[in-house]
Nanobody, 119 residues
Framework: QVQLVESGGGLVQAGGSLRLSCAAS????????MGWFRRAPGKEREFVGV????????SMSDSVKGRFTISRDNAKNTVYVQMNSLKPEDTAVYYC????????????WGQGTPVTVSS
């Protein structure tokens, strides 16, 4: 079955950096757009960004644009989000999700990895 497993979360001071990884299995990874989402305590899930199946296009939310970058390694079936200049408001559980190319809905989700940014 399809599995998405996030890792790399933790505690970091404001202004610091983290890189999250999401390892995928059970799907043809190169045929999926990969998205990152987050849910902060007491808030709705928020879109962070997405990288398209070929890796040549990514779209980031305004709240993280210029600070976060998504990349992927299709040979390793892994997608990453590099998070720089972290702020306390970036504290959330971060999830990766897979969307089959040319479709609009995410079919598969990971279990999430927590990120806490201290001020």
């Amino acid at each position: 079955q399809v599995q998405l497993v996030e890792s790399g979360g933790g505690l970091v001071q404001a202004g610091g950096s983290l890189r999250l990884s999401c390892a995928a299995s059970g799907l043809t990874f190169s045929m999926y757009d990969m998205g990152w989402f987050r849910r902060a305590p007491g808030k709705e899930r928020e879109f962070v960004g997405v990288i398209m199946w070929r890796g040549d296009t990514q779209s980031m939310s305004d709240s993280v644009k210029g600070r976060f970058t998504i990349s992927r390694d299709n040979a390793k079936n892994t997608v990453y989000v590099q998070m720089n200049s972290l702020k306390p408001e970036d504290t959330a559980v971060y999830y990766c999700a897979a969307r089959q190319r040319f479709t609009s809905s995410y079919s598969y989700w990971g279990q999430g990895t927590p990120v806490t940014v201290s001020s």
